[in-house]
């Protein structure tokens, strides 16, 4: 299977939409938003299997010392083909010289991210404040 892999963050709202609910994500249920968020991410690295959006990967960060995974998703239809392990390893060469690169991880998540060379904090958990949209 040829992946193709683009670093791009112009995405229609069908592409997003698809691709999000694939994985269950209620934020598929608002493509026009996800568009936007998209573009707003500096870091948006794509995977593509013949002009399909089948993976992706964003991240933020403060331009030296932290960077912030904040969506990693790969179609279920192509999970074990290496594409979420090449989207977090091309994450991990842009921010290689930065101090830490953090991911709030489900636990059933947790072995992926440890087998990418993540480590769980010992003093900390994760937060989250969710607001669903109406």
């Known amino acids: 299977m040829n992946i193709e892999y683009k ?4 995405f229609g709202c069908d592409e997003l939409e698809r691709l999000f609910l694939s ?8 493509p ?9 991410f500096d870091t948006v690295y794509s995977a593509w299997y013949e002009n399909k959006l089948v993976g992706m990967i964003c991240a933020m960060d403060d331009g030296i010392m932290n960077a912030y995974v904040h969506y990693l998703l790969v179609d279920p239809d192509y999970h074990g083909k290496t594409i979420g392990r090449t989207l977090v390893n091309m994450v991990k060469r842009k921010y290689k010289d930065f101090m830490r690169i953090a991911v709030i ?3 059933d ?3 992926f991210y440890e087998n990418c060379g993540f480590v769980k ?14």
């Open 23 to 30: 994985v269950e994500w209620s934020s598929g249920h608002f």
């Open 109 to 111: 998540e947790m072995k």
């Open 121 to 134: 904090a010992k003093d900390a958990s994760p937060m989250f404040i969710t607001s669903l949209w109406t």
């Open 32 to 40: 026009d938003k996800l568009v936007v968020a998209m573009q707003n």
């Open 105 to 107: 991880a489900y636990d």
């Open 7 to 10: 670093d791009i963050n112009d």
